[in-house]
């Protein structure tokens, strides 16, 4: 896996070592009002993913970009008319798809109303539920039948949520809202776990446990590996997880990985 976004995220395209495909940013390609130059984009990226042997791209960003202020999306979303930007990243990922690539729509439920960076810290948004169906959410929503993955984010919600936690560790955000209002039974990834907005609050395995009992299924870089790792082994252990929950978040994964030949069916 890997965060390949075109622009300036992109750890092969901005590593001259490489001669690949190379993107200004994704809000060059949403200017252009023309979703085919999205799917376009996608193609090029996941070619060149697809001959290094990547399987998954942490991408598209499917923020929209409301906030002038914004320090940590800003050119890495499409744009910031919700329509413009759900059109560009449906498009985004058939292109990606056309190379096989698995995608990750991110950063829900959306980074883009924000001023703060969850790398460093709290970050903290008062939108309510209907104030983000009306501008935020209308990506995910858009691309929700399409994409393989849903990547949350550290950010909080006290309008809409009443568990003060960041959506990525909230059950109230990731399986009442995502699963539950808007449908969606795909894999669900953490933003990273080594984040500010994380490690400031939550120890290695409080974070783990919680994310995964929010209804995450992919618990995407723990500050500490092994003692998340081993938290998660107790939790199962224990009764706190149950074995049915694991193998729920198994399967989705298992069902991925055969559905784009990362793995074969035994004979």
């Known amino acids: ?93 058939d292109g990606f798809h056309e190379t096989g690539i698995i995608t990750s729509l991110k950063h829900f439920p959306g980074h883009g109303d924000t001023t703060g960076d969850t790398h460093d810290g709290y970050v903290a948004v008062t939108k309510t539920w209907d104030e983000l169906k009306n501008c935020e959410l209308i990506p995910f929503v858009a691309a929700l039948d399409s994409t393989d993955m849903v990547m949350a984010s550290h950010i909080t919600l006290p309008n809409i949520t009443s568990d003060g936690l960041p959506a990525s560790l909230s059950y109230e955000m990731l399986t009442e809202k995502l699963r539950g209002e808007l449908g969606y039974d795909g894999l669900i990834a953490t933003d990273s776990l080594s984040m500010g907005a994380i490690v400031e609050a939550y120890t290695p395995v409080e974070s783990a446990k919680l994310a995964f009992l929010a209804g995450a299924d992919l618990l995407l870089m723990p500050e500490d590996y092994i003692a998340a790792f081993d938290g998660m082994v107790q939790a199962v252990e224990n009764g706190e997880i149950t074995q049915q929950r694991l193998e729920t978040s198994v399967l989705r994964i298992l069902a991925l990985k055969l559905r784009y030949g990362v793995l074969t069916p035994a004979a």
């Open 1 to 93: 896996a890997i965060d390949e976004e075109g622009g300036r995220v992109a750890r092969i395209g901005r590593n001259n070592s490489f001669d690949v495909p190379r993107f200004d940013s994704m809000e060059a390609v949403g200017d252009t009002g023309d979703p085919q130059n999205a799917y376009d984009a996608g193609v090029a990226i996941g070619s060149y993913l697809s001959e290094y042997g990547v399987d998954v791209d942490f991408a598209p960003v499917a923020d929209v970009n409301t906030n002038p202020n914004n320090i940590v999306i800003g050119d890495r979303a499409f744009g910031s008319d919700p329509e413009l930007v759900a059109d560009m990243v449906s498009a985004a990922v």
